[in-house]
């Protein structure tokens, strides 16, 4: 709840009239709870996970139309209206019943760690920033306790769930044992608690960062994609392969980007996947022009 009783009040408290964003934000929060705001966070999951992939999934897999089949990673698997919407069911009750309750029982956390409310907002530069900050954070610690989940004992218990999905989807992308929902929820947090910012930002973060998971369990590989021009940034080819390989993956734990990947050296398995596929498409491209093969030119001589 902000301290002012009127937008004037506000403007002689910061020496300046509210810009229009300050304006809507005071309007819409001077009587609301911090709580209240924070508990934003989980309508917002609950949303975005409801309606963004349907289109999507209409689109794609249930109308296949618009021509985009030759964008999916693995043409051959194709799930059933009813195994999508199980998915989405799945997903739907890990929220009401897990992702939700932990979001409004961690508010005492929120406040700990100075998550403000109150004006003057932050200018876009800070924004960006401290977004970029809880990106590099979250990816750096999910890299590790993904590579936890994927040994025995974690993969068994906890991990295999989310791998029932070897050709992701849309509605897969938080579709996981609710242990792993908490386990990986905490490098959500991690970020926003180094570099505390406006709760405005960490509505930001949240959103992004569930888009972000569902365009990389998406199971399409899209060329005019806008990601392809973010340095580092993984993508649903690169997720796909790991959900490709399932249990013996020892390849791409990376969140969102790639370098820690590239860091430890567990890219080496994606990599050599797309050098052997690029191979047999040259050769079958060679064939079809009429040339001969590598292993047909090697029996003629």
């Not at 992939?53 to 051959?76: A, F, M, N, T, Y």
């Not at 929902?181 to 970020?191: K, M, V």
């Not at 199971?219 to 796909?240: A, L, V």
Request: charged residues 15%; hydrophobic residues 40%.
């Amino acid at each position: 709840m902000l301290p002012y009783n009127t937008i004037h009040e506000a403007a002689s408290l910061l020496g300046r009239n509210l810009t229009y964003a300050e304006t809507l934000w005071f309007n819409y929060s001077a009587r609301k709870s911090d709580f209240f705001l924070y508990s934003h966070n989980s309508i917002f999951l609950i949303l975005i996970f409801s309606t963004l992939p349907l289109p999507l999934v209409v689109v794609l897999e249930v109308l296949r139309s618009l021509g985009l089949d030759k964008h999916k990673i693995q043409p051959k698997v194709r799930l059933s209206v009813s195994e999508m919407f199980a998915c989405y069911k799945d997903v739907m009750i890990t929220f009401f019943f897990v992702v939700g309750p932990f979001q409004l029982l961690s508010y005492p956390s929120i406040q700990v760690i100075g998550i403000r409310t109150g004006l003057p907002l932050p200018s876009g530069w800070e924004i960006a920033l401290q977004l970029l900050v809880y990106f590099v954070v979250e990816d750096y610690t999910h890299y590790w306790m993904h590579r936890f989940l994927h040994t025995k004992w974690g993969y068994e218990k906890i991990h295999k769930v989310h791998h029932e999905f070897t050709a992701p989807i849309v509605f897969a992308a938080p579709y996981a044992h609710w242990a792993e929902i908490l386990i990986l929820g905490f490098p959500s947090f991690l970020g926003p608690a180094i570099v505390p910012g406006h709760m405005i930002t960490l509505w930001l973060w949240m959103v992004l960062r569930q888009i972000e998971a569902i365009d990389t369990h998406s199971g399409y590989d899209f060329p005019w994609s806008p990601t392809k021009y973010i340095p580092f940034y993984g993508g649903s080819e690169y997720h796909d392969y790991h959900h490709y390989v399932g249990r013996q993956s020892q390849s791409n734990f990376a969140s969102v980007f790639t370098y820690c990947d590239f860091i430890y050296r567990t890219d080496k398995g994606f990599h050599c996947q797309k050098k052997i596929l690029k191979m047999l498409k040259d050769e079958s491209n060679q064939t079809k022009n009429g040339g001969c093969s590598s292993s047909q030119g090697l029996k003629s001589s």
